[in-house]
C-alpha cells in the first residue's frame, strides 16, 4: 500500500515524540514496540517501569527499554503539570485536589500535559479509552487550533478506482465527531481536512468538493444554503484553498458529469477531498465506499486539535496503532 509506505517513510524522516498512555494494554505495546524498533517515532510511555518492562518481557518485546517511560508518581514535573492543569481550569471549577487526582491517576491527562508543556508531540490512545475519554483532555488542555472550534475526524479512502482523486486516494471529512455542524463548523472542517490531506495523504494540492445533493443551484433548500456559506466561509478562512460547492458526488468526482453540472469549476470532477454536509452522510459515505468498493479506510484521524491527538477503535490491532503512530508523527510535524 503506497500512501501507508510513504506515511511511514516520512515519519522516520522526521522522529516525532509521541505519547501512548495505555502503556500496559497488550496492543499497544506490542505497537510501541515494534515502532521503536523501526525507528517510526520516539515513543513515550506512561506508568510504572518495572510494571511495563515486565510486561513487556512477558511478551517477548525487546525494544521497550528505549521508550521514554514515565511515571507520575516518580516523576519531577509532575507537580508541575499538576499546577499547569489547575491554573488551566480553576475558573472551570477544577479544584488543586481534583487536578492533582487527574494528573496522578489518569494518564490520558498526564500525556496531554506533556504535549501543553512541550515535551512531547502527540497521543494516541482508546484501545481501552473512549472517545470521549480521549477528546476531553485534549480539549481541556491542548485545547483547539486556532482560528478552529470543532474537532471532526477524517478518513483516508484507499479505492481501487485511481481514475478518482488522488490516483484512487481521497480524504474525507468529517465522518466521526460533529453530528450537525454549522456553516461556520463546515467550513472549519473543509480546511481542516484539507490540511489532513496534506500533511497525512500528501497531496501536494488538495482539492476540497463541498458535497450536497443539489450542485450548483439544482436543487433549493436550508441545508444546501449551509453549504454554499461553508464554502464561501472556508475560502475567507483560507483564501488560498482550492475549494467549491455545493457539489453532487459524480460531480466532485467524474471528470465529464463535473464538466456537465459545473462548467467553468477547477474542483468538479477533479476532488480529492470530500467534505459532507453532516456526520451523518459522512460516516455513511465512507462506509458504503469501505464496503461496498472494497476501499481500505483508514482513520478516523482526529483534527482540529492544537497538536495531534488520536482516538483507536478498542478492537482495533496492532497494526492500526502501528499506522496510527506514522500518522500522529505526520500531523506533528505540521503542526510545529
Not at 517510526?40 to 510511555?45: E, K, P, Q, R, T
Not at 507537580?79 to 481534583?98: F, M, N, P, S
Not at 460531480?251 to 465529464?256: E, N
Not at 464496503?291 to 479506510?297: E, F, I, S, T, V
Amino acid at each position: 500500500m503506497a500512501l501507508i509506505d510513504n506515511i511511514i517513510a516520512r515519519a522516520k524522516s522526521n522522529k516525532q515524540r509521541i505519547v501512548l498512555p495505555e502503556s500496559l494494554e497488550e496492543r499497544t505495546i506490542t505497537a510501541a514496540d515494534q515502532a521503536l524498533r523501526d525507528g517510526l517515532a520516539d515513543i513515550i510511555l506512561i506508568g510504572n517501569r518495572e510494571e511495563i518492562l515486565a510486561k513487556a518481557a512477558s511478551l517477548g518485546l525487546q525494544h521497550i527499554g528505549e521508550a521514554t517511560i514515565i511515571d507520575p508518581a516518580t516523576h519531577d514535573k509532575t507537580e508541575e503539570y499538576v499546577q499547569l492543569l489547575y491554573q488551566l481550569r480553576q475558573k472551570k471549577g477544577l479544584t488543586l485536589e481534583a487536578a492533582k487526582e487527574l494528573v496522578y491517576n489518569n494518564p490520558l491527562y498526564y500525556g496531554c500535559l506533556i504535549i501543553k508543556s512541550g515535551d512531547a508531540d502527540g497521543q494516541i490512545s482508546g484501545a481501552l479509552s473512549t472517545t470521549g475519554d480521549t477528546l476531553r483532555p485534549a480539549l481541556q488542555i491542548i485545547k483547539c487550533a486556532p482560528g478552529i472550534t470543532c474537532v471532526s475526524g477524517a478518513m483516508l479512502l484507499i479505492t481501487k478506482t485511481p481514475q478518482y482523486g488522488e490516483e484512487g486516494v481521497l480524504v474525507m471529512g468529517d465522518i466521526a465527531v460533529t453530528p450537525m455542524p454549522d456553516a461556520a463548523q463546515l467550513a472549519q472542517i473543509a480546511v481542516c481536512t484539507a490540511q489532513t490531506a496534506k500533511s497525512v495523504a500528501g497531496f501536494a494540492e488538495p482539492r476540497v468538493a463541498m458535497l450536497s445533493f443539489s450542485t450548483k443551484g439544482s436543487a433549493k433548500h436550508e441545508v444546501v444554503d449551509k453549504v454554499v456559506e461553508a464554502t464561501a466561509l472556508a475560502k475567507e478562512l483560507d483564501p488560498t484553498l482550492k475549494i467549491d460547492g455545493e457539489l453532487q458526488a459524480d460531480a466532485a468526482l467524474v471528470p465529464s458529469v463535473g464538466c456537465k453540472k459545473a462548467p467553468g469549476s477547477e474542483i468538479a470532477g477533479k476532488a480529492n477531498v470530500l467534505v459532507a454536509p453532516n456526520l451523518e452522510v459522512g460516516n455513511i459515505g465512507y462506509k458504503l465506499v469501505q464496503r461496498l468498493g472494497n476501499a481500505d479506510a483508514i482513520g478516523p484521524i482526529l483534527q482540529g486539535i492544537a497538536r495531534p491527538v488520536n482516538d483507536l477503535s478498542r478492537g482495533c490491532s496492532v497494526d492500526d496503532i502501528y499506522k496510527m503512530i506514522a500518522i500522529t508523527a505526520c500531523q506533528a510535524m505540521d503542526a510545529k
